[in-house]
């Protein structure tokens, strides 16, 4: 198989095929809308917002309730739907290049996708940061790195969020919301991506009324496949190729007058290739290679059904969010990594989530006295997560010992995970002389969990081990905050707020390992927002410190290769500040920026495996994450729009492992995206990583069967494509 270098491009291939496939489904769709009794109408072009005058408000529901982004006494990063698309946004961690102090461990396959926020971060199993999809908590990372298709907005909201959120949002959350579907005309768009790395998308979504004021839909779709970008030198194949398919479609209904609902059913397939993973020193020498006798794959399938109500009532409004979450994963790999038949694994995982919101809040502000008034919300959640791994290491002849001339299979893990928690919360805001906010709020959360765990031979050359166990947790996560507006578009602010993880059990880990604690933090954090020049302008500024304990961090099981478990290894603090700024000068021409600055390390006497770590950095933390942006458009022919955006993204150094042994030196990437808007006409070109960087993201120790001791995946290469589109 013919295939260029990491730092020269793949030749396109044809992808005629897939193209009349797509383009046949699309008139599918727009067919259908006539169906609908819509009457059809000439397109009109609506008014571009690149050319917008100022910069546009912001709302965001990172405390729950829709708010200004400027009155919200916290850090929170907003992804519009107009960013999504000028930036090609596909997945969350494609947004959060804007969101300071913020870095995702990614690998090649796509269910593992971990957000660390100032330092903070867990496992899959057990996120710090949890995402949540149009209010639905994904409470296994697995589900989170999902194509985005419909969304509307992203929010980053850094610092812990327990006391609204509860259980895995110790140091924050990732708010992803769908567009809501249109009562107005039919509306939709259609593009067709493709690139080097034989790389193609064919993407469509359609949204409009079914029933005139009372029923609407919308449906989405896409395709995406590219060719892997690491090289098994043993085969000459490509290792981490890509594909998925992705659909979610909508309906809204208003039954009555201030009454709503909304379900939203949402669905992916993704078959990945095998982890891209080698030895880290063979990794820096030749980047995008490895070396195989085993060539395995990774597929996962998630499907969700969320079902939203609201009421608007003259006191107070009253929703509700109901999510029923289920996904499965298989993934097959080369264990050892090497030319070497020496370790397989097969891997199967499956969940199930059911979560349950109800939630009222006052419908306008209670004025108390003279001057001063109230808002307040309250509700009450429900879940249960239930959790199996049935995962098998073939180990080759001669490998568990000389003495031992068969295959041997380690089980390790068969596991089954039960979870079920409640909670209650409440947050109430006292506004004074209309410039000072006194904000409270609490939540008290319990829930218990229970194992039934496997580890074992076949043959049966040592004891198996069997744990059955339980636990419960219980705690209480506070939140004051004070702001004070200096001027209408100028506040400060200050919080003290608790964050909250629970503990639980590893499907797997050393004997005497199985159970970890529950882990606590706290935050003091202030901050500066104001938006100047009559709103062209727009700056936050924080400041913050981080004080955790029982900190659950993710270490390398010696006994099984490529297994993690969680362990309480003691304390860490972090510290830091971040700024960014968006200003619009001029129609047209948008220019913005980030940075965040983080220093976090676990405290004195935290050991990890017996080893000592006190004052080391925590892994997978930048202590810079930096972009630096513009956007230009303007009108050019007649009625057409010409658009060109860079973006300029740095990390600084991180440390692969609490040892801090390996790391990442700072690297700076480059990405460029432009096109041409005319009528319906859309057409677009980008590159991302200009120029080719080299570097490393995430790597772990990985003992005797790496001679470096650690492997580790190569960052995405340089990548570059157009795409043709319609939007109508």
Same mark, same amino acid.
């Given at each position: 198989?013919? /295939?260029?270098?990491?730092?020269?491009?793949?030749?396109?291939?044809?992808?005629?095929?897939?193209?009349?496939?797509?383009?046949?489904?699309?008139?599918?769709?727009?067919?259908?809308?006539?169906?609908?009794?819509?009457?059809?109408?000439?397109?009109?072009?609506?008014?571009?917002?690149?050319?917008?005058?100022?910069?546009? @408000?912001?709302?965001?529901?990172?405390?729950?309730?829709?708010?200004?982004?400027?009155?919200?006494?916290?850090?929170?990063?907003?992804?519009?739907?107009?960013?999504?698309?000028?930036?090609?946004?596909?997945?969350?961690?494609?947004?959060?290049?804007?969101? @300071?102090?913020?870095?995702?461990?990614?690998?090649?396959? /796509?269910?593992?996708?971990?957000?660390?926020?100032?330092?903070?971060?867990?496992?899959?199993?057990?996120?710090?940061?949890?995402?949540?999809?149009?209010?639905?908590?994904?409470?296994?990372?697995?589900?989170?790195?999902?194509?985005?298709?419909?969304?509307?907005?992203?929010?980053?909201?850094? =610092?812990?969020?327990?006391?609204?959120?509860?259980?895995?949002?110790?140091?924050?959350?990732?708010?992803?919301?769908?567009?809501?579907?249109?009562?107005?005309?039919?509306?939709?768009?259609?593009?067709?991506?493709?690139?080097?790395?034989?790389?193609?998308?064919?993407?469509?979504?359609?949204?409009?009324?079914?029933?005139?004021?009372?029923?609407?839909? *919308?449906?989405?779709?896409?395709?995406?496949?590219?060719?892997?970008?690491?090289?098994?030198?043993?085969?000459?194949?490509? +290792?981490?190729?890509?594909?998925?398919?992705?659909?979610?479609?909508?309906?809204?209904?208003?039954?009555?007058?201030?009454?709503?609902?909304?379900?939203?059913?949402?669905?992916?397939?993704?078959?990945?290739?095998?982890?891209? +993973?080698?030895?880290?020193?063979?990794?820096?020498?030749?980047?995008?290679?490895?070396?195989?006798?085993?060539?395995?794959?990774? !597929?996962?399938?998630?499907?969700?059904?969320?079902?939203?109500?609201?009421?608007?009532?003259?006191?107070?409004?009253?929703?509700?969010?109901?999510?029923?979450?289920?996904?499965?994963?298989?993934?097959?790999?080369?264990?050892?990594?090497?030319?070497?038949?020496?370790?397989?694994?097969?891997?199967?995982?499956?969940?199930?989530?059911?979560?349950?919101?109800?939630?009222?809040? *006052?419908?306008?502000?209670?004025?108390?006295?003279?001057?001063?008034?109230?808002?307040?919300?309250?509700?009450?959640?429900?879940?249960?997560?239930?959790?199996?791994?049935?995962?098998?290491?073939?180990?080759?002849?001669?490998?568990?010992?000389?003495?031992?001339?068969?295959?041997?299979?380690?089980?390790?893990?068969?596991?089954?995970?039960?979870?079920?928690?409640?909670?209650?919360?409440?947050?109430?805001?006292?506004?004074?002389?209309?410039?000072?906010?006194?904000?409270?709020?609490?939540?008290?959360?319990?829930?218990?969990?229970?194992?039934?765990?496997?580890?074992?031979?076949?043959?049966?050359?040592?004891? @198996?081990?069997?744990?059955?166990?339980?636990?419960?947790?219980?705690?209480?996560? @506070?939140?004051?905050?004070?702001?004070?507006?200096?001027?209408?578009?100028?506040?400060?602010?200050?919080?003290?707020? =608790?964050?909250?993880?629970?503990?639980?059990?590893?499907?797997?880990?050393?004997?005497?390992?199985?159970?970890?604690?529950?882990?606590?933090?706290?935050?003091?954090?202030?901050?500066?927002?104001? /938006?100047?020049?009559?709103?062209?302008?727009?700056?936050?500024?924080?400041?913050?410190?981080? !004080?955790?304990?029982?900190?659950?961090?993710?270490?390398?099981?010696?006994?099984?290769?490529?297994?993690?478990?969680?362990?309480? &290894?003691?304390?860490?603090?972090?510290? =830091?500040?971040?700024?960014?700024?968006?200003?619009?000068?001029?129609?047209?021409?948008?220019?913005?920026?980030?940075?965040?600055?983080?220093?976090?390390?676990?405290?004195?006497?935290?050991?990890?495996?017996?080893?000592?770590?006190?004052?080391?950095?925590?892994?997978?933390?930048?202590?810079?994450?930096?972009?630096?942006? &513009?956007?230009?458009?303007?009108?050019? #022919?007649? #009625?057409?729009?010409?658009?060109?955006?860079?973006?300029?993204?740095?990390?600084?150094?991180?440390?692969?492992?609490?040892?801090?042994?390996?790391?990442?030196?700072?690297?700076?990437?480059?990405?460029?995206?432009?096109?041409?808007?005319?009528?319906?006409?859309?057409?677009?070109?980008?590159?991302?990583?200009?120029?080719?960087?080299?570097?490393?993201?995430?790597?772990?120790?990985?003992?005797?069967?790496?001679?470096?001791?650690?492997?580790?995946?190569?960052?995405?290469?340089?990548?570059?494509?157009?795409?043709? =589109?319609?939007?109508?």
């Amino acid at each position: 198989m013919e /295939r260029t270098t990491a730092s020269n491009s793949r030749k396109m291939k044809p992808m005629m095929k897939h193209t009349v496939k797509f383009l046949g489904a699309f008139a599918l769709l727009i067919n259908s809308v006539p169906a609908f009794g819509q009457t059809a109408q000439p397109p009109q072009a609506p008014s571009d917002p690149l050319l917008r005058v100022g910069l546009p @408000p912001v709302t965001v529901t990172a405390q729950k309730e829709p708010e200004d982004i400027f009155k919200l006494p916290l850090s929170v990063t907003a992804v519009t739907k107009e960013m999504i698309d000028s930036m090609g946004v596909r997945i969350v961690s494609d947004a959060a290049i804007l969101s @300071p102090n913020t870095y995702f461990t990614e690998f090649s396959a /796509r269910k593992l996708s971990n957000a660390r926020f100032r330092g903070i971060g867990a496992s899959p199993s057990n996120p710090a940061i949890t995402t949540f999809i149009d209010g639905v908590p994904q409470l296994n990372a697995n589900s989170s790195s999902i194509d985005l298709l419909d969304v509307e907005q992203i929010e980053f909201v850094r =610092g812990p969020q327990s006391a609204l959120f509860g259980r895995n949002t110790l140091g924050g959350l990732v708010n992803v919301t769908s567009a809501r579907p249109s009562f107005s005309k039919w509306t939709g768009t259609a593009s067709i991506p493709f690139g080097n790395y034989s790389a193609f998308e064919a993407r469509a979504n359609a949204s409009g009324a079914l029933i005139p004021d009372k029923l609407s839909a *919308s449906g989405a779709f896409s395709y995406a496949s590219r060719d892997g970008y690491t090289v098994n030198s043993v085969t000459g194949d490509d +290792l981490d190729s890509r594909s998925a398919l992705s659909g979610k479609g909508q309906l809204l209904w208003l039954p009555a007058q201030n009454w709503e609902a909304r379900v939203i059913v949402s669905g992916e397939h993704a078959e990945d290739g095998d982890y891209a +993973l080698n030895d880290l020193a063979e990794l820096r020498e030749t980047p995008h290679q490895s070396s195989r006798d085993y060539e395995g794959f990774t !597929d996962r399938n998630i499907f969700g059904t969320t079902i939203l109500t609201a009421h608007k009532g003259g006191r107070f409004n009253f929703s509700t969010t109901t999510g029923f979450v289920r996904w499965t994963t298989e993934d097959s790999t080369d264990l050892d990594y090497s030319a070497l038949p020496l370790i397989t694994r097969l891997n199967g995982e499956k969940s199930f989530q059911f979560t349950q919101e109800v939630r009222v809040a *006052s419908a306008a502000p209670v004025p108390l006295r003279d001057g001063t008034n109230l808002r307040w919300q309250a509700g009450a959640f429900l879940f249960t997560q239930s959790y199996q791994q049935d995962a098998v290491n073939t180990i080759g002849l001669g490998v568990f010992s000389p003495a031992v001339l068969q295959p041997v299979n380690q089980y390790s893990p068969v596991a089954e995970l039960d979870d079920v928690g409640f909670g209650v919360f409440g947050q109430a805001t006292v506004t004074m002389n209309e410039n000072l906010d006194l904000i409270g709020g609490m939540r008290i959360d319990y829930e218990s969990k229970n194992a039934d765990l496997k580890t074992f031979y076949d043959p049966a050359l040592l004891p @198996p081990v069997v744990v059955v166990a339980d636990d419960s947790f219980t705690n209480f996560a @506070p939140q004051l905050s004070v702001a004070y507006r200096l001027r209408p578009d100028r506040s400060v602010y200050g919080t003290f707020s =608790g964050g909250y993880k629970a503990g639980g059990f590893n499907p797997a880990s050393p004997i005497g390992s199985e159970a970890f604690g529950e882990e606590k933090s706290w935050l003091f954090e202030g901050g500066y927002k104001a /938006r100047l020049l009559e709103g062209r302008v727009a700056f936050n500024a924080a400041a913050f410190y981080i !004080d955790w304990n029982d900190l659950q961090l993710n270490v390398v099981n010696l006994n099984v290769p490529a297994q993690l478990y969680i362990a309480n &290894v003691g304390s860490a603090a972090s510290l =830091g500040f971040e700024l960014d700024a968006s200003a619009r000068p001029m129609p047209g021409l948008d220019v913005f920026g980030s940075f965040g600055y983080t220093e976090a390390h676990f405290g004195e006497g935290t050991t990890a495996v017996g080893v000592d770590v006190s004052d080391n950095e925590i892994p997978n933390t930048p202590d810079v994450t930096a972009n630096l942006g &513009v956007q230009y458009g303007r009108t050019v #022919g007649n #009625g057409g729009t010409a658009y060109g955006r860079a973006d300029l993204v740095i990390y600084g150094r991180i440390s692969y492992d609490e040892t801090n042994a390996q790391g990442q030196d700072a690297y700076a990437l480059m990405n460029l995206r432009g096109g041409y808007r005319r009528g319906l006409f859309v057409f677009e070109g980008w590159i991302k990583n200009l120029f080719d960087t080299d570097y490393i993201p995430v790597a772990f120790a990985y003992g005797q069967l790496a001679p470096s001791g650690y492997i580790g995946e190569s960052g995405a290469p340089r990548t570059f494509g157009v795409s043709v =589109g319609v939007k109508f």
